[in-house]
């Protein structure tokens, strides 16, 4: 049996609508391995001993133990191992930077392509959504232990601590300011990256533990963090992201037609703007489009204009290709579709018609110079290099900033000076007592599983503290 | 779900409902809004607080049928309920003693004011107010205004009821003959302008209440953002409340326009959807 296999030092391609298809439709790009090239890839996994990967991954899934039971043939196993880590299966699959995480740590990267573990990934949470019959039923034989934990924002660093945190026995309730709960994954990531039936199936999952959400609740409006540290409350964990969008502060930018990403986007995917008149929201895309930015926030947006019938759409971006924020299989998958990447391009001002809307924009170009602080080299403005592109819409992907919403109302929580809450990153400790925070709040706009990292550590460490296992410093 | 435990039918299209929302109603102050969505296709809409009871555990809006959106709402009843009703939103309106105030209110926004010249009297002011409808048959609650104002003035635009003309008008000759401290004038984005074009040479303060489009009502997407004094703010987190001096009105009504087309088809579509019946 022993006998050495030789490795595949390729993987296992992931099916995809092609690109002239899916510019077309709203339905998932990827679409999934079958189970048999589920288990052509995982039988690619080494099994080492000393694993790498896990150290990659900011919820320590383990790894190889899920995948050898892929191979072997045992998905419930697999489903197991899988979420006693994580959660949210189903979503990191998808949106994880896999390739800077467990993959890139992948012993089998040294020498050929690492294992999909992403796309592995996927294929379990898939496969238990599909079985519905096998996952067993949660929450049954969790006992409660009386003590009421609140969680603000139901994002994946929210819906990560209320998991773990029920499945320790707190009584955890989720209070979420939009109509739905997931945070980012539902209003802000496409249907096409993924599915908002596989993010209400997680959030489904977190309820079935026990924990409650209500919707509709703008903490610091209807109620505020201190007045539930005194109506029974043991813990509070703040996880309300990033929320708030920049602009470029440029002349013209409240022209009609201009929207932020997160109002594209919360149109687009939250108020499917896209089954338009069946669905109340309106949107508006014209037939040429600009989107500023090059991060993923851009690549979505560009891809939904598309989607909703842009004849061309244009992603202005001030540096080059290489020092785009997006990931790497993003932008190849935007630029497939047939996004325009205008690169070294700056906006000066927007330019209206007699009635308000926005029709053109000036820009100019850029060249780079010297790396910055942020390590990637400076654009410098080229002089005399203006020109016009007339557009019907603008988009503004520049990215978000925290919500003063929460700071504003609750007393003695210290912020950072770009807004954010400055917090303990071993623990999610506040400077307020009782008080946790994590994901984007904390951080500044990062990841899915970033957040979900930090929502793991803030529940361990509640855990710990309403124990009595440690104290407030 | 948020149970309408009363609806009144102000006028023909203006419409009262008195919604269960017993925590939103602990909360709420004059000048605050909620956001609503009646059903799981509708859209999020912001519906200024007309009032409250805490002790009910009820909040009240008032809404004039304009769109697809309103006219689905204005089905609902009494005992029905409403999917989403999120607040309370917005800055409470600036209460304090200023000396005479006059509150100016249109149409529909005269429930919206209420609340408003309630709380300035409270706060020892003396309050002038005046409303203003087109015609006879659109006038409501001028006792309700009345009760709660020290003087009151109703127009009508086509003379049918009380006197003849705008809001403007009498807002003016009060503007000239008594020591006004502050104007606040809420309703139509015309009227608000024209009102705020009224006092400014005066340099009495006006506040408005701004109405741009909007979608969380949170400060996360930057739909509402208006330009005041040159700046642009978000109405949901930053008003609705401005210096009316200050606010750039042809912005705001040209972003009011965005979807003109769009609700247009969605009006056609639902009458004719609902004439089938
Ligand atoms: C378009 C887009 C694409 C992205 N793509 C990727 C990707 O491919 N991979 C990846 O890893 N990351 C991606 N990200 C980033 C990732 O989504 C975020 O880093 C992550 O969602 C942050 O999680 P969170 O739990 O901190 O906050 P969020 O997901 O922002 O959730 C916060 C929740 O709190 C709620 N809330 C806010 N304020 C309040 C309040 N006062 N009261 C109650 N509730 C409140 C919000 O409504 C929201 O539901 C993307 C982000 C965007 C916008
Ligand atoms: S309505 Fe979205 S920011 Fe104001």
Redesign the interface.
């Known amino acids: 049996m022993a006998e050495k296999k030789k490795i595949n030092l390729n993987r296992v391609p992931i099916p995809k609508q092609s690109p002239e298809m899916r510019r077309k439709n709203f339905s998932e790009v990827a679409l999934g391995y079958t189970g048999e090239q589920a288990i052509e890839e995982a039988n690619r996994c080494l099994q080492c001993k000393k694993p790498s990967c896990k150290d990659g991954c900011p919820v320590n899934v383990d790894i190889p133990e899920f995948i050898k039971a892929i191979c072997d043939h045992d998905m419930p196993e697999a489903v197991r191992i899988l979420k006693g880590k994580n959660s949210l299966p189903g979503i990191c699959g998808r949106v994880c930077p896999q390739e800077t995480q467990c993959e890139m740590r992948c012993n089998l990267a040294k020498k050929g392509a690492p294992i999909a573990i992403g796309r592995l990934e996927r294929y379990v949470a898939d496969w238990e959504r599909a079985h519905p019959e096998i996952s067993e039923k949660q929450g049954e034989h969790i006992k409660s232990n009386g003590k009421k934990v609140a969680i603000v924002g139901s994002g994946p660093a929210g819906l990560t601590c209320a998991a773990d945190l029920a499945k320790r026995g707190y009584e955890v309730t989720i209070f979420e ?3 739905v709960a997931g945070g980012v994954l539902m209003y802000g990531i496409p249907e096409f990256r993924l599915p908002k039936q596989v993010v209400q199936g997680e959030v489904d999952y977190v309820k079935s533990l026990g924990v409650e959400i209500k ?4 903490i610091g ?3 505020t963090v201190d007045e539930f540290l005194e109506n029974g409350y043991a813990a509070i964990f703040l996880a309300p992201g990033a ?3 920049m ?1 470029l ?1 440029i002349p013209g ?5 201009i ?2 990403a ?2 594209f986007l ?2 687009t995917n939250l ?2 703007a896209y089954l ?7 949107i ?1 895309v014209g037939k040429r489009i600009a989107v500023f930015g090059g991060g993923n926030v851009a690549m979505d947006a560009s891809r939904c204009a598309l989607r909703l019938g842009a004849e061309e759409v244009y992603i202005i971006y001030r540096r080059s290709k290489v020092e785009m924020p997006a990931r790497l299989e993003e932008r190849e998958n935007t630029e497939e579709e047939g996004v325009i990447f205008k690169l070294l391009t700056n906006p000066r001002k927007f330019i209206g018609d007699e ?3 926005v029709k053109a924009v000036e820009c100019y170009e850029m060249e780079l110079g010297e790396p910055d602080e942020s390590g990637r080299r400076r654009p410098i403005p080229k002089p005399g290099t203006e020109f016009i592109i007339d557009i019907d819409a603008a988009i503004i992907a520049l990215g978000t900033q925290p ?3 929460i700071p504003s109302t609750t007393k003695g929580l210290e912020l950072t000076r770009w807004g954010t809450v400055k917090t303990d990153e071993a623990t999610g400790r506040t400077s307020k007592d009782r008080v946790w925070c994590g994901g984007d709040m904390a951080t500044g706009a990062a990841t899915v599983i970033s957040a979900m990292g930090a929502g793991k550590r803030a529940a361990t460490d509640i855990d710990a503290y309403l124990q009595g296992k440690s104290e407030l410093p | 779900m948020y149970k309408i435990l009363a609806k009144e039918d102000l006028t023909s299209d203006i419409h009262l409902f008195k919604v269960e929302a017993p925590a939103i109603a602990r909360k709420a102050q004059a000048g605050q809004f909620v956001i609503v969505r009646s059903g799981e296709e509708g859209e999020r809409i912001p519906l200024t607080i007309a009032g409250w009871d805490k002790e009910e555990g009820s909040v009240t809006i008032v809404f004039m049928e304009v769109g697809a959106t309103t006219r689905k709402l204005a089905l609902l009843n009494s005992g029905d309920s409403i999917l989403n009703f999120v607040g309370p939103l917005g800055r409470p309106t600036e209460i304090e003693k200023f000396g005479t105030v006059v509150c100016v209110a249109g149409g529909f926004a005269i429930a919206t004011i209420v609340p408003i010249a309630r709380a300035m009297r409270e706060a020892g002011n003396k309050v002038i107010s005046i409303m203003g409808f087109r015609t006879r048959e659109l006038v409501f609650w001028e006792e309700r205004l009345g009760s709660v104002s020290d003087e009151l003035i109703v127009t009508t635009d086509d003379g049918s009821y009380k006197r003849k003309g705008l809001v403007t008008e009498p807002l003016k000759e009060l503007l000239q003959e008594a020591e006004v401290a502050r104007v606040i004038a809420i309703g139509p984005t015309v009227m608000m302008k024209f009102c705020s074009l009224t006092t400014k040479p005066f340099g009495v303060k006006t506040i408005v209440s701004l109405n741009p489009i909007m979608v969380d009502g949170t400060g996360m997407c930057g739909c509402c953002r208006v330009s005041v004094g040159d700046e642009t703010k978000f109405a949901c987190v930053d008003g609705p409340d401005f210096d009316a001096h200050e606010v750039d009105w042809d912005l705001l009504m040209n972003r009011q326009r965005t979807y003109l087309d769009e609700e247009r088809e969605a009006l056609r579509l639902w009458e004719t959807s609902t004439t089938r019946f």
């Open positions: 300011a939009l109509h919707l509709d609740q703008i409006k209807i109620a929320g708030a969008p602009f502060n930018e409240n022209l009609s037609d929207y932020s997160n109002e919360t149109r108020m499917k338009f008149p069946e669905y109340d929201t309106p508006k009635q308000g809307r919500n003063p919403i």
